[in-house]
């Protein structure tokens, strides 16, 4: 059984410019859910995909956005980057069914550094 | 919105001993879901123990155990016979029974093991 997978693990970006960060869930979930974890913070909720549609959303602007693929891998992009935006990125994935959520795993995360 | 406090940013503890993490929360709500999680070095977030709001029995897995006190909106996590791979930070998280699966994370706290 592989766990969750996300790429690159590390990233340097200049202000302004965009960026996409890669999830790949673990075999047989169907929930992916990305976090943002500021130095020294708990991790921030961004959103959740379900079946490829956003299914939930924390309190970050319309520049961060995602999508999820049929093999429910999943993308981070985020527009127009701020100095704010350094932080290091989660991705969890779970399986969702009849109602129950049967746990997250964690990837390793992404740290994104903005110069 | 629901909160989450962890009020202790550092702890250590000698290995072999018992120490025990705080954490509190803030929530109007009756079904919902505490959990413990530990992120070592590698950045991963790996479950340490689950507590379901309904059930009245503290949970435990192996070492670790938690003393949840509902009406107190207090959930601290013990961890018995401390070992050096306990070393780690710690996070309170929170999730609603119902509507978002989102998970609401305290600031964290440092645990440090001497040998």
């Known amino acids: 059984e592989t766990g969750v997978t996300q790429s690159p693990t590390h990233l340097i970006k200049t202000r302004g410019q965009q960026v996409t960060l890669r999830c790949s869930s673990q075999s047989g979930h169907n929930t992916v859910s990305w976090y943002q974890q500021a130095l020294g913070q708990g991790p921030q909720f961004i959103f959740q995909?379900?079946?490829?549609?956003?299914?939930g959303r924390g309190n970050f602007p319309p520049r961060f956005s995602g999508l999820q693929f049929p093999n429910y891998s999943s993308e981070l992009n985020v527009n127009a980057l701020e100095l704010d935006d350094s932080a290091l990125y989660l991705c969890?994935?779970?399986?969702f069914g009849a109602g129950v959520n049967y746990g997250y795993t964690f990837g390793s995360g992404t740290r994104l550094t903005v110069v | 919105a629901q909160t989450v406090t962890q009020s202790q940013p550092e702890m250590s503890v000698q290995e072999a001993e018992t120490v025990t993490l705080s954490c509190t929360y803030d929530?109007?709500?009756?079904?919902?879901?505490l959990f413990w999680y530990k992120q070592p070095p590698s950045r991963q977030m790996i479950l340490v123990i689950r507590?379901?709001?309904?059930?009245?029995q503290n949970a435990t897995e192996n070492r670790f155990s938690v003393n949840f006190q509902k009406a107190a909106k207090s959930f601290s996590l013990k961890i018995s016979d401390s070992q050096l791979g306990d070393a780690a930070m710690y996070f309170c998280a929170y999730r609603s029974g119902s509507g978002s699966e989102k998970l609401v994370f305290g600031k964290g706290m440092k645990l440090t093991v001497n040998p």
């Open positions: 929530t109007s709500e009756s079904d919902y879901y």
């Open positions: 995909y379900y079946r490829e549609e956003e299914n």
């Open positions: 969890a994935s779970s399986f």
């Open positions: 507590q379901e709001a309904y059930k009245q």
